[in-house]
């Protein structure tokens, strides 16, 4: 069982910048179609950014220009760089794998962003 360990949340003021980091097992990640998604209190989760085998990248109207999604296959590693950040940028994050997205058992723990002053 593939598991991703998201890190890298925090408190940040509105207009700072955080790192986030996901951190896949298993020998397969370069192959998958990644993703990462949002959950803000009393919402629905949210798919963020794409980011494909090729490094090919897709992101939400919300954060185009500000988010930029990457990923480190030797390392196993997905990221998401996240600029200028809001108050509606608060949310738990998490990444998957796109496919699994409707799995209820595929999902980490999330790593929890506060933007607020």
């Known amino acids: 069982q593939v598991q991703f360990v998201e890190s890298g949340g925090g408190l940040v003021q509105p207009g700072g910048s955080l790192r986030l980091s996901c951190a896949a097992s298993?020998?397969?990640?370069?192959?998958?179609?990644m993703g990462w998604y949002r959950q803000a209190p009393g919402k629905q989760r949210e798919l963020v950014a794409t980011?494909?085998?090729?490094?090919?990248?897709t992101y939400a109207d919300s954060v185009k220009g500000r988010f930029t999604i990457s990923r480190d296959n030797a390392k196993n590693t997905l990221y998401l760089q996240m600029n200028s950040l809001k108050p509606d940028d608060t949310a738990v994050y998490y990444c998957n794998r796109k496919i699994w997205e409707t799995d209820a058992n595929s999902w980490g723990r999330g790593t929890q962003v506060t933007v607020s002053s």
């Open positions: 980011i494909t085998s090729a490094s090919g990248t």
């Open positions: 298993g020998s397969a990640f370069r192959f998958y179609m």
